[in-house]
C-alpha cells in the first residue's frame, strides 16, 4: 500500500492533509531520510483526525471487573457487539468510567468504575452513591421503581471501584420527555442529631462533584417479548428479563417479601433445552420485585436471544409463542 492508499483507508482525513500529501508527492524526494519525514507526518495527522472514543468502543476498560457481574466470556460478547462505552469523565479528586451500559427500554444496566486520582479520593470511594435525576434541573426523580448500585470484594482494591447499577428509564414517576442522568454524590454526617435520634447528614460533592452520565430510554440491545399462559408479559435481552408497568405505583406494604424475589430461574433454548441459572441465593442481579410491576433480573452473562425460546421463573414459564 502507498502512502495516497493509506490515506483512503481512513475514509474521512481533514482534505488538507490530502492535499499537503499530493503537494509533497510531487516534489518527488529521493532520499530515505525524506520519505521517512513524510511517512512520519503522514501517520501524525492520521492519529490527529482519528476521534477520541474510537478505542474506547473496542475494548472494555477495565474489563476484568466486567468479567465478574458478565463472565469473561459475557465481557468478550460486550465488546463484540459494541457495548463498550469508555465514556470518561473526572473532576480533581476522582475519575468516572461508564464500562459498558445496556437498555432494553425497561431498565438501563452495566457497570462503571470510579478511580481516585489522589490518595484522599481513596477513602471516599465506597461511601460514593448515586440518585437519578433530570439532567436539565437537577431535580431528583424518585421514587425509582427498582433502582439500584452494588458492588463485589473483587471489584475493589485500595484506588478503584467497579460497581454494577439498574436503574428504570420509565414509570409512572419518570417524565419519559426529559433525559435522566445518574449523579454521583456522597452522604456526610453534619453531626446532628434530629427529633427523632437519628444523625442528620447533607449533600457533599467534595469528592464526587460532576460526575454523572445519562441513560438512554431506547433499546441498545436485542429485545424479545415473552408471555406467560395468563398473559403476563416480560422482556427478554442477552443480559436478563424485566417488566415495566407504565402505571406501576410504590408499594405499600413489604409483604410477601419472600414470594417476590427469584428463587428459580431457567433459560428455554429453541429445540427445548432447559439451562438453570444457579447462584440466586443473594439475588445479586435482582432490581425491584415480581408482583410489583417493574422488577429487572440479570443473569449473569450475555446470552444470544435468537436461540431462546423462552424462560422460566419460578415455575412460570413465558414463551415467545
Keep these: 500500500m502507498n502512502e495516497y492508499e493509506f490515506l483512503n483507508v481512513t475514509n474521512g482525513i ?5 492535499d499537503e500529501y499530493i503537494g509533497i508527492k510531487s516534489a518527488k524526494p529521493n532520499t530515505i531520510k525524506q520519505r521517512a519525514g513524510i511517512t512520519m507526518v503522514l501517520a501524525a495527522a492520521v492519529i ?9 468502543f473496542n475494548a472494555l476498560t477495565h474489563k476484568n471487573n466486567v468479567s465478574v ?6 465481557a468478550q460478547k460486550l465488546e463484540q457487539d459494541g457495548l463498550a462505552n469508555g465514556f470518561t469523565i473526572e473532576n480533581e479528586q476522582m475519575r468516572l ?3 459498558t451500559m445496556l437498555c432494553d427500554g425497561n431498565f438501563a444496566s452495566g457497570v462503571f468504575t470510579l478511580t481516585a486520582i489522589t490518595d484522599e479520593a481513596k477513602k471516599h470511594l465506597e461511601s460514593a452513591t448515586t440518585r437519578l435525576v433530570y439532567a436539565d434541573t437537577g431535580e431528583v426523580v424518585y421514587p425509582t421503581g427498582g433502582g439500584s448500585v452494588s458492588w463485589y470484594g473483587q471489584t475493589h482494591d485500595e484506588g478503584e471501584l467497579s460497581e454494577t447499577f439498574c436503574y428504570p428509564v420509565k414509570n409512572s414517576y419518570i417524565d419519559s420527555s426529559r433525559a435522566i442522568r445518574l449523579e454521583f454524590l456522597e452522604y456526610a454526617e453534619t453531626g ?11 449533600e457533599n460533592y467534595d469528592f464526587c462533584g460532576g460526575l454523572y452520565f445519562d441513560l438512554p430510554k431506547e433499546p441498545n440491545v436485542p429485545i424479545k417479548t415473552l408471555f406467560s399462559s395468563d398473559g403476563y408479559d416480560i422482556t427478554l435481552s442477552p443480559y436478563g428479563v424485566s417488566h415495566q408497568d407504565e402505571d406501576w405505583k410504590y ?17 428455554i433454548t429453541n ?5 438453570i441459572v444457579e447462584k440466586l441465593a443473594e439475588n445479586r442481579g435482582f432490581t425491584g420485585d415480581l408482583a410489583s410491576g ?3 433480573f440479570r443473569i449473569g452473562t450475555i446470552l444470544n436471544i435468537d436461540d431462546i425460546s423462552g424462560v422460566e421463573i419460578n415455575g412460570v414459564e413465558y414463551s415467545a409463542n
Design 14 to 18: 481533514d482534505e488538507r492533509f490530502v
Design 48 to 56: 490527529l483526525m482519528v476521534p477520541i472514543g474510537v478505542y474506547a
Design 294 to 296: 417493574s422488577f429487572c
Design 97 to 99: 468510567t461508564l464500562d
Design 251 to 267: 408499594p405499600d406494604t413489604t409483604d410477601g417479601y419472600e414470594e417476590k424475589l427469584v428463587r428459580s430461574f431457567a433459560v
Design 69 to 74: 457481574y458478565y463472565t469473561y466470556e459475557g
Design 271 to 275: 429445540d427445548g433445552e432447559r439451562t
Design 192 to 202: 446532628e442529631i434530629n427529633e427523632y435520634g437519628d444523625h442528620i447528614v447533607t
